[in-house]
């Protein structure tokens, strides 16, 4: 039997654990009857396995170490943000949108200011645009260091973990003296931010991007993104076409991964992103190795752009007159924003009352997500690791 | 692409990165450590950190500065402020809390309450150290959010404030060229 005909052999797996499913049965236990019968063995890789970033857990059917099947079980982070936003004020749901992507808040907070700040005509000062800017990118940065870590830990490389926490945790120090907050900053509020931040933490700010850009970064490349090990384990490795990712709903690095220059800040801009000049970093092959070197070179044109952010920074207020109970006009609002994952979109449909109707939250995480049996075709155990490492998905954002 | 490069080049490769990689590791052996050995030796916190509204205390008459309007309660997303108006001997509504409740459970320390009050009678204060094995302890009492008042260092940040935060301490000792 070839390995087509074994997979073709377990189509049928694939109909019963979606039958296992809507009858609310487990679907491994279905995928592992099927899988007995062509001598196949079906194993859970989480919920609570240390490398699947958060309870993600992979029904995965393999023949040997080679991946036949990967279902991706999710729902296991469920806290229906978008039913208990229904009955919340939209002031509130700016701060409980960081819950959503925790490693992405401030983007999520801005997603959710700008719609409403659109549906309710609110005016927003020009220095409290240039911080969020701002923001968003510090948080880029940060994000990115993560991803960094975690990546090469999936991997199997332990200290460029050590080193991105050491300079994630001065990123996040930089947070909690403007926002209050290490992770869930809530520092966005409807027309504009929570508190201005003096010239020391600019300075300090300067500081962070000098280390960044002078010593951390060429650190990273030297320990981890040009060792030969590293990228004997990715080059190659989760595959993905142009075709595939556009299909699939894909955004942000692993669509630009794949060789598409599409990123939000330059096709749709928001915010005052068309007045900075950056580059829009893409790969060629589609594989984990070009979309770690995306996000590699994104952090470069973060710290770009937060310079010429401090450097036409205008004075003035960050927080513009805002009624306390803001006025809805009924109607449809979509507003999006590139998030360190990829596009983050907001949904909202308001009849005119103090609540939402209804608000529908597009997150990146949850398209990539199921790109990663798509990734995993004909790979080993090894290789599907590094797979769902590259795609950096953040479950509290997948099941909100 | 693995096919294409020579075996020779890719052993070259792992030997030079292996080198590199060691290089930087063993140069960090030489550095000062940047972790914190939790619990025996804490971090401190930054100005204006916040974990827990608390109550402020009038200093010079040792009575809560809450009038008990409800604004806070009105505006707090989760629902996690219950107060309760006190009634006087005479039968007429006094402006303080009969009780003041907070449940740090529900609580999402998104500083809102802070910004709503007009009386300057909440604070968010800088204790994280508050886990407990029950619940019921974590819904804390008016005396309670006093107490912690008192006995930690609390900010009052409002909605565009510029926000003192002292001395610049960030990232300074790690900075090395």
Redesign the interface.
Known sequence: MTADQRTAGTSGATLAAADAVDRGDDPARAMAEDAAEHHLMTINMGPQHPSTHGVLRLIVTLDGEAIVKVVPDIGFLHRNFEKIVESWSFAGIVPFSDRNDYLGAITNEVAVCLAVERMAEIEVPPRAIHLRVLFSELQRIISHILFYGTFGLDLGAFSPFMYAFRDREMGYALMEKATGARMLYGYNRLGGLRNDLPDSWFRELERFLDYMERQAWPEYMALLIENQIYRERTIGVGRLTPEEAIAWGASGPILRATGVAWDLRRAAPYLSYDQFEFDVPTGKNGDTYDSAMVRMLEIKESIRIIRQVLRILPDGPVLGRVRPNIRPRPGDYYSRVESPRGEVGVHLTTDGGSWPYRLKWRAPSFCHLQLIPLMARGAKVADLIAAVGSTDVIMGEVDR | ??AAVALWE?LW??G??MV??HG??IREMFHKP?TVRYPEEKPP??????SVPVLKVNEESGLLNCVSCGLCER????SCIEIVQAIGADGHRKPWPETFQLDLSHC?????CV??CPFDALE?ADVVELSSYQVQDLIFNKEQLAELWKTSRALR?A???????G??T???G????
């Open positions: 692409m693995r890719r490769n792992t030079k990165s590199v990689g930087i590791t940047v916190f930054e100005r204006g950190s916040r505006s707090c997303p989760p999402m320390v998104c500083n809102l910004e709503a968010m940040v909605g565009g404030e510029c926000i003192d935060m001395d610049d960030v990232a300074a790690v900075v090395r060229s």
